[in-house]
């Protein structure tokens, strides 16, 4: 079926020309009409007919007749100009409309009846007058003129995006999806169309009989794969997520696919928040897919899954991380610790390292893997070895973390893993109180470097150098990097105990802001969460408006969202949050839960 445009509208600016030229005394007469000179327009129009007849002067004097409330007159002309161009059935219908503005209805339906089932003969015709009824609003009887068209063309398929459209707009949904889908079935190439047409007609009032529709379909039409993916797809986007995933595991049962859909749907499922649903799709994979291109990736994003659903919480869910160090486990002793499952080691060395303080196990499988060197990307390499680092970092051996980064940095000198192992190598001087040194290698960090690189660079140095002047001691600064490092170890008591001291030796000191929010995110390690939110209510209390004060609030506000489960609270700050920081990074973050939040 090749599907049709069909434009018609009475405002004719720029059509008025003569051999491609632009008409001036048409230009005139359509200003006049704008303008609503309907008298000179209708002048200029009738002089312009009268020397070359075309339909478009011919419905600009009918419509400057109306406009003057003329219909006797408009009549009359429409009646001359029929007789003359007995073969055009526009002004018929046109006559039948005026009429009908004329309160004769009788004969406006008489005329309308005759022209639409006995006056139109060729495709062309219905196009034409199925467009004008529905440019005027009477969608009745367009939709009666297309439905004519379909049994004169016998062609049961023609029109239907024209009925369709029709359907919508009266809020028959039933038959407007029928409609839709009869796009697709007169020319399956034309899918794509008849799914973004019922997608797009999808609200709360039409979402029950779009399902009664397709449903019906398919007990018709089991083995159409047209229909069962717009099926799917109306699901997903109608967040009837559980039915979607029933019809996309029949899509790739009855035509054989090799997991590519369900695995796009677990990918869709994560990005919803759906992770329980998201890895049903990951292990129907697993089970059934064991010889696909997805079986490897299946058990690889299932685990990750599990990160970010512990990461969701505040503090994180160590249960789900400990799962998802388990499931990156299964994965490598069924695949083995290769070279090319670098990620997968990868990401689970991280999550033992900074969740679950296993430090020496992490260590000997990254110092496996990066053995072999001449198998791996560089850039996985690279990353191996910073992680190794950071491991030493907090297992206190300084001198080989530092010699650690320092490959890594002479390996990718002025590039993005280099810049990374610069800042870490500032950042350890700063916890060893080599705030020159420190400095040096913050600054020496390029504008080109990742964002995040950068400004936790430009942060720290900051931090040292707002502490180190020529007038400020160092002590103060030497003890917050201490505890800082003694965080970093996962050493917490002996942490607070050193910014107890420091708060007690330097009660006023500059520090006090960054010394809460360092307790308070020691705190939240601990999953003492009221004391947490203690120090974080100081922050906001007397350093609002200070660095760490979008922090502060946007972290409460999360604590109450996702820990505290009081998802009441969590709105108002979350309100409160856009009010006192509206330009803050976490700003589009905070919009989008709001919403999800007023959604229920």
Same mark, same amino acid.
């Given at each position: 079926m090749?599907?049709?445009?069909?434009?018609?509208?009475?405002?004719? @600016?720029?059509?008025?020309?003569?051999? *491609?030229?632009?008409?001036?005394?048409?230009?005139? =007469?359509?200003? &006049?009409?704008l303008d609503g000179e309907y008298e000179s327009s209708l002048e200029l129009f009738t002089k312009l007919n009268r020397q070359d007849p075309q339909d478009t002067y011919a419905k600009r004097i009918v419509s400057c007749f109306e406009q003057m409330g003329d219909f006797e007159n408009a009549i009359k002309f429409l009646d001359k100009t029929a007789k003359k161009q007995s073969k055009d059935p526009i002004y018929l219908i046109m006559k039948a409309s005026i009429l009908e503005k004329t309160g004769d209805l009788k004969q406006a339906d008489?005329?309308?009846?005759? @022209?639409?089932?006995?006056?139109?003969? *060729?495709?062309?015709?219905?196009?034409?007058?199925? =467009?004008?009824? &529905?440019?005027e609003g009477k969608l009745d009887l367009a939709k009666q003129t297309y439905l004519q068209g379909r049994k004169f063309i016998r062609d049961p398929y023609v029109f239907a995006n024209e009925i369709a459209n029709i359907h919508a707009q009266l809020g028959e949904y039933e038959e407007a999806t029928k409609e839709y889908?009869?796009?697709?079935?007169?020319?399956?190439?034309?899918?794509?169309?008849?799914?973004?047409?019922?997608?797009?007609?999808?609200?709360?009032?039409?979402?029950?009989?779009i399902e009664k529709t397709l449903l019906s379909e398919l007990d018709k039409n089991q083995n159409d794969l047209g229909l069962r993916t717009i099926t799917y797809e109306f699901y997903v986007l109608a967040e009837n997520f559980y039915e979607a995933f029933i019809q996309v595991k029949s899509i790739d049962r009855l035509f054989k696919e090799d997991g590519d859909r369900v695995f796009k749907f677990a990918e869709t499922m994560r990005n919803?928040?759906?992770?329980?649903?998201?890895?049903?799709?990951?292990?129907?994979?697993?089970?059934?897919?064991?010889?696909?291109?997805?079986?490897?990736?299946?058990?690889?994003?299932?685990?990750?899954?599990?990160?970010?659903?512990a990461f969701e919480q505040i503090p994180v869910d160590v249960v789900a991380v400990q799962q998802a160090v388990m499931d990156y486990g299964t994965l490598l002793d069924e695949f083995g610790r290769k070279p090319q499952y670098f990620n997968a080691i990868y990401r689970r060395s991280k999550l033992r390292v900074f969740y679950l303080n296993e430090l020496q196990e992490a260590r000997q499988e990254l110092e496996d893997v990066v053995r072999q060197r001449q198998s791996l990307r560089l850039e996985d390499w690279a990353k191996g070895k910073l992680l190794i680092g950071d491991i030493l970092l907090m297992q206190q051996e300084y001198n080989k973390a530092k010699l650690t980064y320092t490959e890594v940095k002479e390996t990718f000198k002025d590039r993005q893993l280099g810049a990374l192992a610069n800042y870490k190598l500032g950042q350890m001087a700063y916890y060893k109180g080599e705030f020159n040194l420190a400095t040096a290698l913050l600054a020496a960090i390029k504008d080109n470097t990742s964002n995040d690189i950068s400004n936790d660079a430009i942060k720290l140095n900051l931090l040292i150098i707002d502490n180190t002047g020529l007038d400020t001691t160092t002590t103060a600064l030497e003890m917050f990097a201490q505890a800082q490092l003694f965080t970093y170890q996962r050493k917490y008591d002996e942490s607070v105990a050193m910014l107890d001291s420091l708060m007690e030796k330097f009660?006023?000191?500059?520090?006090?802001?960054?010394?809460?929010?360092?307790?308070?995110?020691?705190?939240?390690?601990?999953?003492?969460?009221?004391?947490?939110?203690?120090y974080i209510d100081r922050i906001l209390e007397n350093f609002s408006t200070d660095i760490y004060g979008d922090d502060a609030l946007y972290t409460k506000a999360r604590i109450y969202d996702y820990t505290l489960q009081d998802p009441e609270q969590a709105m108002m700050l979350y309100l409160n949050f856009l009010t006192q920081f509206p330009g803050s990074l976490y700003s589009?973050?905070?919009?989008k839960r709001i919403r999800e939040l007023r959604q229920g």
């Amino acid at each position: 079926m090749i599907r049709r445009l069909l434009v018609f509208s009475l405002v004719m @600016v720029g059509f008025f020309a003569v051999q *491609g030229q632009p008409n001036p005394e048409a230009q005139l =007469a359509e200003q &006049y009409y704008l303008d609503g000179e309907y008298e000179s327009s209708l002048e200029l129009f009738t002089k312009l007919n009268r020397q070359d007849p075309q339909d478009t002067y011919a419905k600009r004097i009918v419509s400057c007749f109306e406009q003057m409330g003329d219909f006797e007159n408009a009549i009359k002309f429409l009646d001359k100009t029929a007789k003359k161009q007995s073969k055009d059935p526009i002004y018929l219908i046109m006559k039948a409309s005026i009429l009908e503005k004329t309160g004769d209805l009788k004969q406006a339906d008489k005329l309308y009846e005759e @022209v639409i089932t006995k006056k139109l003969r *060729g495709e062309g015709d219905f196009i034409q007058i199925g =467009a004008y009824l &529905y440019q005027e609003g009477k969608l009745d009887l367009a939709k009666q003129t297309y439905l004519q068209g379909r049994k004169f063309i016998r062609d049961p398929y023609v029109f239907a995006n024209e009925i369709a459209n029709i359907h919508a707009q009266l809020g028959e949904y039933e038959e407007a999806t029928k409609e839709y889908l009869n796009i697709y079935y007169g020319n399956p190439a034309d899918l794509n169309t008849a799914d973004i047409s019922i997608l797009n007609m999808l609200s709360p009032t039409s979402i029950e009989s779009i399902e009664k529709t397709l449903l019906s379909e398919l007990d018709k039409n089991q083995n159409d794969l047209g229909l069962r993916t717009i099926t799917y797809e109306f699901y997903v986007l109608a967040e009837n997520f559980y039915e979607a995933f029933i019809q996309v595991k029949s899509i790739d049962r009855l035509f054989k696919e090799d997991g590519d859909r369900v695995f796009k749907f677990a990918e869709t499922m994560r990005n919803n928040g759906e992770y329980e649903l998201s890895n049903k799709a990951y292990d129907y994979i697993i089970d059934r897919k064991k010889g696909s291109q997805f079986y490897f990736k299946a058990h690889f994003e299932k685990a990750i899954n599990g990160e970010l659903k512990a990461f969701e919480q505040i503090p994180v869910d160590v249960v789900a991380v400990q799962q998802a160090v388990m499931d990156y486990g299964t994965l490598l002793d069924e695949f083995g610790r290769k070279p090319q499952y670098f990620n997968a080691i990868y990401r689970r060395s991280k999550l033992r390292v900074f969740y679950l303080n296993e430090l020496q196990e992490a260590r000997q499988e990254l110092e496996d893997v990066v053995r072999q060197r001449q198998s791996l990307r560089l850039e996985d390499w690279a990353k191996g070895k910073l992680l190794i680092g950071d491991i030493l970092l907090m297992q206190q051996e300084y001198n080989k973390a530092k010699l650690t980064y320092t490959e890594v940095k002479e390996t990718f000198k002025d590039r993005q893993l280099g810049a990374l192992a610069n800042y870490k190598l500032g950042q350890m001087a700063y916890y060893k109180g080599e705030f020159n040194l420190a400095t040096a290698l913050l600054a020496a960090i390029k504008d080109n470097t990742s964002n995040d690189i950068s400004n936790d660079a430009i942060k720290l140095n900051l931090l040292i150098i707002d502490n180190t002047g020529l007038d400020t001691t160092t002590t103060a600064l030497e003890m917050f990097a201490q505890a800082q490092l003694f965080t970093y170890q996962r050493k917490y008591d002996e942490s607070v105990a050193m910014l107890d001291s420091l708060m007690e030796k330097f009660p006023s000191h500059s520090l006090a802001d960054e010394i809460l929010w360092e307790k308070a995110n020691i705190y939240l390690k601990k999953n003492d969460i009221q004391t947490a939110l203690a120090y974080i209510d100081r922050i906001l209390e007397n350093f609002s408006t200070d660095i760490y004060g979008d922090d502060a609030l946007y972290t409460k506000a999360r604590i109450y969202d996702y820990t505290l489960q009081d998802p009441e609270q969590a709105m108002m700050l979350y309100l409160n949050f856009l009010t006192q920081f509206p330009g803050s990074l976490y700003s589009v973050e905070v919009r989008k839960r709001i919403r999800e939040l007023r959604q229920g």
